[in-house]
């Protein structure tokens, strides 16, 4: 579903930032460069939900990162609301079959697309131990998670960029792969850990890559976001 998408329709940024205020100088200066943004947790106590309602109405896509776990009955419910935003994208916890399945109810046959969260980019070997989880590395566990959230009828799965081939052939064509963690070659990591360049993450079989600090952050975002769309481009071609 996702080879027919342009190079500039596969770079979301993530609007994390503190206020609208501030989202929109970035939004305003980004300009035809970015067609798709993630709104998250910081920016959704910031007035954020406007905002991301203002931006599809506006004609960008959007994404939700609400990463929702709780019961059942919470999920599906809060779905069911989400859905009724007209929002483009949404994300879950992929970590058990109950919360997959009550989002996939709640968003019933709206256009909200629901994309699970594997294990956070941020997470290592030590950190899933410290969960409990034993005998499994990080890839071993998001193969896992992607099976589970695919059969509970996800359409896409959020993962490292260095796990999307293991993950492209557990799921099959049709799941759609969505990368945080991307960095171009030398750029700083930050809290990142599982990090991988656009040109390689493309070429490992990620669909989108979400990208915040390295354009959010940079001197000239719109020139940070354009070597983004020119590395997938590139990445694209060959
Ligand atoms: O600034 P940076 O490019 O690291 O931002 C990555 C974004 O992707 C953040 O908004 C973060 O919340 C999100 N994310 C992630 N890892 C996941 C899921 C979402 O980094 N597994």
Not at 74 to 103: M, P
Not at 137 to 145: E, K, N, Y
Request: glycine share 10%; net charge neutral; hydrophobic share 50%.
């Amino acid at each position: 579903m996702s080879r027919s998408l342009a190079a500039r329709e596969r770079l979301f940024v993530a609007l994390d930032v503190a206020s609208v205020d501030r989202a929109r100088v970035l939004v305003t200066e980004l300009g035809d460069t970015v067609s798709c943004y993630k709104v998250g947790l910081e920016l959704l106590f910031g007035g954020g939900l406007e905002f991301a309602q203002g931006l599809k109405a506006a004609g960008k896509t959007v994404f939700l990162d609400m990463k929702l776990l709780d019961i059942a009955n919470t999920v599906e419910k809060a779905a069911a609301n989400i859905a009724s935003l007209g929002l483009d994208y949404l994300t879950i916890h992929g970590t058990d079959t109950k919360t997959v399945e009550a989002a996939v109810r709640g968003r019933g046959a709206s256009t909200l697309k629901l994309l699970a969260v594997t294990v956070l980019t941020s997470l290592e070997q030590a950190d899933i131990e410290q969960q409990g989880i034993k005998g499994m590395s990080p890839a071993d566990l998001v193969v896992h998670r992607a099976r589970l959230a695919k059969d509970a009828g996800v359409d896409g799965i959020v993962a490292s960029a260095q796990e999307a081939t293991m993950i492209r052939a557990a799921v099959g064509p049709d799941v759609l792969i969505v990368t945080p963690g991307i960095r171009l070659a030398g750029g700083a990591a930050g809290d990142q850990v599982r990090v991988m360049t656009p040109g390689k993450a493309i070429a490992a079989g990620a669909d989108c890559l979400v990208v915040g600090r390295p354009i959010t952050e940079a001197a000239d975002p719109r020139a940070a976001a354009a070597a983004f769309v020119a590395e997938i481009e590139a990445a694209l071609k060959s």
